[in-house]
């Protein structure tokens, strides 16, 4: 399982190969201030323009960084990544020149390939010295870093985390992709284990730091919520000593020693940033900041996103923005894919594609969402397995079906674990062996006034329903 996920987060980083803005000629001098061993002709170098990891991507003008995987090595493509364009290359000490290249091509002893990587994109965000936000959690960290992004750039140059790059490749690859106008960085910081959101802090040293909530994800590796706790705290590590740390001040677990700087943002009123007057529409959600004007409103739907916005409000006051343009970067917000995402269906139906991922905690506050939703007469649930949760896999997936409202018209599963949901809902269900006998049941259900949630781990890639459902 371990090894499976390490693959899957190095396959997605390996991706992130186009610099969206050119890293300029500082560096070329950048690379020899970071690195003292290189090999070949550096004098020939004239044009170097950021990293690149991929061998089937353009690398014109890049640094090739050779990473290391279970089944494949890429210092075995270092010819390939020369004729893609590559200028240079990092290259583990130990390791001879290869015969295929030329003499006088670069090459840079580390190490390691990765560890240069992230060093690299250590000294970049030194030269450049952008306000670092870096956000993390159990859930919503994408969304509160897209918000957080939304509401930056309404006053400052901003660049962000793309995707889901936001481990220990596609964090440093995130930075050297930044143009070196950026004035804010927002960065998202995943983990699995015990360690991993320290090593990300150690590399952007954030001036704010956001945790979003404490859930159940990844229990299996770390043992309880108070595991997991422990290690989403690790972002403050490294947080600059003036730094900020802004979180949930609803959750009872975080408890801080550190003498640092907090913001609290909660429902309950003794948080710094109390939300209040919180009403869900159909189309998104409106708050009040401690029972003050003005009513904000974002197009996300649900109270745990009023919390989301708020974490993104409380960073626009402190990097100097009005209310206005807090405002103006919330309403811009732009939903992200899979994430509560409205889509037209068949016959007029409604699909709902919340099926980024899932555990205990987003479970229950997406249905619940869901219920909320008015206008519609038939609503309908469809669940999937909710992975990584370890030895209480089991009660997690009973406990959900328990709690499944009776305001919901009927629920459907599919999944080896799923099937426990429905075994145990209070209401109409009906698990399914396949997705494609879940597929021909939801086919009959595509009338107007038809509204159906989906949301499943992402491993059960619930999408392909959706698509084979929506509308032509």
Known sequence: MIIKWLMKLLKSALSLNEVKGKIGMGFKKLIKHTFQAIEGDWKDVNKLYGVGTDTRENLTNKLFIPLKGENFDGHDYIAEAIKRGARASLWRKGLPRPKTISANFPLIRVEDPLVGLQELAQSYLKKINPKVIAITGSNGKTTTKDLVYSVCQTAYQTHGTEGNFNNHIGLPLTILAMPEETEVLVLEMGMNHFGEIERLSEIAEPDIAIITNIGESHIEFLGSREGITKAKLEVISHMKKDGLLIYDGDEPLIELSNPINTATVGFNKGNDYWINDCRVLNDGTTFKINQQNPTFKIPLIGKHQAKNAVYSYVVGQKIGLTHDQIQQGLANHTVTNMRFETIPGRNGAVLINDAYNASPTSMRVTIDTF??????????????????????????????????????????????????????????????????????????????????????????????????LKED
Not at 379 to 404: A, F, N
Not at 407 to 436: C, M, R, V, W
């Open 371 to 468: 219920t909320q939703l008015e206008g519609y007469q038939e609503k309908i649930l469809v669940l999937g397995d909710m992975l990584e949760l370890g030895m209480r896999s089991s009660d997690y997936h009973i406990e959900l079906g328990k709690i499944i409202p009776e305001s919901i018209d009927i629920l459907y599963t599919t999944g080896n674990e799923a099937k426990q949901i429905s075994q145990n809902a209070p209401i109409q269900a009906k698990h399914f062996s396949t997705k494609e006998a879940l597929i021909n049941e939801l086919d009959k259900k595509l009338t107007k006034g038809t509204i159906i949630l989906f949301k499943a781990s992402r491993g059960l890639k619930f999408e392909e329903m959706i698509e084979q």
